[in-house]
Structures are given as structure tokens and as C-alpha cells.
């Protein structure tokens, strides 16, 4: 039986298990309203949390594309390990008041914390329209990692668009049937399939070497024997910068922190994620190391992880696709759901027709669900750059929000003209030097670390220069927590 068909047979029954969950996801729903559809009701513990952040994280851009980027650069590893220690930090500076406020004030994204401490629906409106934007190039890098690895396994045979379907409708289908609760229920599935299948790759690829201690002394000499420059310092800072500030940058996983039952379910949250992205790192280490060793010189690294599954374990080859898949899936769905809350309390209830009713904001979120499935298929069609450049891209002009976050959450003298100058420089910025101009900082997020800094810069001194916000209204959102 060929290799080809066994990941069939074993991708098949994972595909119907998900559906499976987002269909019981759909069946415990406490009504067909916008918080049980966008924040779960405020009902998820710290295991969704927690699971969900993690599953997100390790989308099948990072199964292929960011351990393909470890492949010999000990610079990259280095900022992604640092990255994945800080970004527990930022999400609970972020989580344990935003939570707070999202509670009180009936919040499912983000953008209504912008739109209300700084009042200005326009700002909402735009912050939100531009992370879409940005962002949505994000959710088709989930369909390519699939659909690559789909392509070395069957030598082209099977299409790639065809995978990119079957993906798509399935991730498509189970979000719009149990919205972010199913999203939650299948990151916990995800992320123990993931590591689960880590845990049989890796051994095998080690002992592939010769075993750790072999694996170790063959290391090309720039890994084992790393000594930090200027030039690598930029590296690691802008593999820290991306990934440290990703997770509360990211609409798709920073809106998790929004769901949770209570302050101490976020808490634990955290802190379990901490452990997750820990492993994260650890599996990066390990595989890069490993194919480094066992199957040196590979230009385009995207295909790396797969030609060696192919040439020496090809009956790992199922675990991996599962992995791929899962990974792939975790990061489309909560993509998905988040831009759908985005557009539909943002764009839609407050724009549209702020007439709709609970039920009618529902089943236009769903719609938008569908419909942003439909716009990233299409777009991953057209292939075009390797895995990482839309995952640094989104990530960078998604975290641009973060500052007028932390500002409205922790800043009395944060004004909306503040606020518009810092997300438009940063935004502007960060786009120029990832699609314009060479970034003069190399790694992937060099363009997010300038446009932040400006992004400050303009938040402090353009707020700083304008008239203060009243009083009262800031304690609304900045005295709860005293």
C-alpha cells in the first residue's frame, strides 16, 4: 500500500473527528447569540485558554515553514525560544484587564476596547478594516502548508488546489456550525495530536543521526559553535520582536483571553501556556538540529521537514500530515473566527444596521465565516511567497494595535489623536518596509520592531500635545482596577 494512500486512510477519520467536534461544539451552545458565538459566553477554562493560544501558534506555517527556517540558523532559533518565555508576559499584562473590561462591557474583540476608551467610532472601524486586511494573507498560508506537503508525498499527483479545498471546507465547516467554542474544543484535539506526533518524529529522526550525542558533534560549526554578532543580534531581537508581541498582536489568537469563565482561568491560562510554547521551542530545537544534520544543503527550507520524512521514515509520513493538517487548521480557524467578530460587531451592528438583533449578528457572523473561507482558498491559489513572509507580514501589522491597547488599559494621558497617530505610523511603517522598501533590520519582524517604536513615539507625543481625555471616562476603563 502506498504511502500516499496511508495518509489518506489516516487523514480521513481526523477530518470527520473535527467536524464531529464542531458539530457537538454547535449542540451546547447556550443560544444563537454574538457572545456565545464570538467569546464562548465567557465560559472557557484555563485548558481552552491555554490549548487554544498554543494550537494557534503552531499553525502549519510553523510546522513547515518556521522549523524550515531553524534548518541551520541558530540566530532565528535563539529570538523564537526568547520570544515564546516573553509572550506569557504580555498576555497577562493584556489578559487580566482587558478580561475585565471585556466582561463588564460585553466585549468580543479587541477593537471595542479602541473604539470605546478612545471614542471614535471611526478609529474603530478603521483599526479594524486594516488588521483584516493585513492579516487576511495569514489564513491562506494555512491552506499552502497542507497542500505543499500533500504535493511532495504524491509527486504532484495530488493537485494543490485540491487539497486546499478539502481543508478549507472542513475548517470552514466546523466554525461556522460552533463559532469560537468549537474553535476552542478542536485546539485542544489539535494541539495534543501535535504533540503527540512530535513526540514519534523526533526520536526517530535522532536516533536517523546517530543519536544525540552524533547529532550534536556532526552540527555544521556556525550552530554548534554560535557566537552572537552584530549582524545575528538583529536576528535574534527581530525573531523575538515577532513572536514575543504576536501573541496579544494577533487577533486570532489574542482574542482567547477574552473567553475565559473567570480572572483565575486566565491566570492558570498563561501560565499553561508558558509550558506549551515552551514546547514549541523545544521541537524547533530538536527538528532543526536533526535536519541539519541528516539532510543538509536544502535551499528552499519550507520543503525540508517533508524530503526528510520522504527519504528516510516515509511511514511517519501519515503522523506528519495529521500534524500538518492539525497545525494548518488550529491557525485558519481562529483566524477566521476573529476577523468574523471584527466585521460583524464592528463593521456590521455599528454601522450597518444597528438595529440587529443578537440572533441577526450571529447568523451574520456566520456568514462572514464562509465567506472569509471562500477569500482565503482563493488567495492561497495564487502561491506566491515562501510560508514565513505572510506570517511575519500579518503578525507585524497585526501587533500595531498593542500599544493604543496598553495605553488605554495602564495611560491616563492617552488621547484619540494619540491613538491615530500611533496605530497609522505603525501600520504605515511596518507595511512600507515588508512590501516596499529592504527592511535595514533583517528577520521577520524588523519591519514591526521600527514600525512599533514609531508607533510609540507618535501614541506619547501626539497625546502628550493634545488635550487629555476626561477624567471620569478614563476610570471608567483604567479605575476597576484599583
Excluded at 135 to 141: I, K, M, Q, T
Excluded at 156 to 175: D, K, M, Q
Excluded at 364 to 385: C, E, T
Aim: charged share 10%; net charge positive; hydrophobic share 55%.
Amino acid at each position: 500500500m502506498s504511502i500516499l494512500l496511508w495518509c489518506i486512510i489516516i487523514l480521513v477519520p481526523y477530518l470527520l473527528f473535527m467536524l464531529w467536534i464542531g458539530n457537538y461544539a454547535a449542540s451546547k451552545s447556550t443560544g444563537k447569540t454574538e457572545a456565545d458565538y464570538f467569546v464562548t459566553g465567557w465560559k472557557t477554562s484555563w485548558i481552552g485558554v491555554s490549548f487554544s493560544i498554543a494550537a494557534t501558534f503552531a499553525s502549519g506555517a510553523y510546522v513547515l515553514g518556521t522549523i524550515g527556517v531553524f534548518y541551520g540558523n541558530p540566530a532565528n532559533l535563539t529570538g523564537y525560544a526568547f520570544g515564546t518565555t516573553f509572550a506569557p508576559f504580555m498576555l497577562w499584562i493584556l489578559g487580566r484587564r482587558i478580561w475585565a473590561l471585556g466582561r463588564k462591557y460585553g466585549y468580543s474583540t479587541f477593537t471595542d476596547l479602541i473604539g470605546d476608551f478612545y471614542q471614535s467610532e471611526k478609529l474603530r472601524v478603521v483599526v479594524s478594516i486594516l488588521i483584516c486586511i493585513f492579516f487576511a494573507p495569514y489564513l491562506a498560508v494555512n491552506f499552502m502548508a497542507p497542500a505543499i506537503l500533500f504535493q511532495q508525498v504524491s509527486g504532484g499527483a495530488v493537485p494543490f488546489w485540491a487539497s486546499c479545498l478539502v481543508f478549507g471546507l472542513i475548517t470552514t465547516i466546523y466554525t461556522w456550525r460552533g463559532g469560537m467554542r468549537a474553535v476552542i474544543w478542536t485546539d485542544i484535539a489539535q494541539t495534543i495530536i501535535m504533540i503527540v506526533g512530535f513526540a514519534i518524529i523526533i526520536p526517530i529522526l535522532l536516533n536517523i543521526g546517530g543519536g544525540w550525542s552524533a547529532v550534536w558533534e556532526k552540527l555544521p560549526e556556525k550552530i554548534a559553535t554560535y557566537k552572537p554578532d552584530g549582524g545575528s543580534f538583529w536576528i535574534v531581537l527581530s525573531w523575538f520582536w515577532i513572536v514575543g508581541f504576536m501573541q496579544t498582536g494577533n487577533p486570532d489568537r489574542a482574542f482567547r483571553l477574552l473567553t475565559a469563565s473567570s480572572l483565575g482561568q486566565i491566570r492558570k491560562g498563561v501560565l499553561a501556556s508558558l509550558v506549551l510554547l515552551t514546547i514549541w521551542s523545544v521541537v524547533g530545537f530538536f527538528l532543526g538540529w536533526s535536519l541539519a544534520v541528516v539532510l543538509p544543503g536544502i535551499a528552499k527550507t519550507d520543503m525540508a521537514f517533508g524530503e526528510a520524512i520522504n527519504k528516510f521514515i516515509p511511514w511517519t509520513m501519515p503522523v506528519l500530515m495529521v500534524v500538518v493538517w492539525a497545525g494548518g487548521m488550529s491557525t485558519l480557524d481562529s483566524g477566521m473566527i476573529a476577523i468574523s467578530a471584527m466585521l460583524t460587531k464592528d463593521v456590521y451592528r455599528r454601522n450597518i444596521n444597528r438595529q440587529a438583533t443578537d440572533e441577526q449578528v450571529y447568523r451574520v457572523g456566520q456568514r462572514i465565516s464562509i465567506a472569509l473561507g471562500v477569500f482565503a482558498f482563493i488567495l492561497a491559489m495564487l502561491n506566491l511567497k515562501t510560508l514565513w513572509f505572510f506570517v511575519g507580514a500579518g503578525a507585524a501589522v497585526a501587533m500595531q494595535w498593542t500599544p493604543s491597547i496598553i495605553a488605554a488599559l495602564y495611560w491616563k494621558k492617552a488621547t484619540t489623536a494619540g491613538a491615530w497617530a500611533g496605530i497609522l505610523t505603525g501600520i504605515g511603517l511596518t507595511a512600507l518596509f515588508y512590501y516596499v522598501v529592504k527592511c535595514p533590520i533583517p528577520g521577520p519582524g524588523g519591519a514591526a520592531i521600527i514600525g512599533m517604536v514609531a508607533n510609540v513615539l507618535a501614541l506619547v507625543l501626539v497625546s502628550s500635545a493634545t488635550r487629555p481625555m476626561d477624567g471620569k471616562h478614563v476610570a471608567k476603563y483604567q479605575g476597576i482596577f484599583r
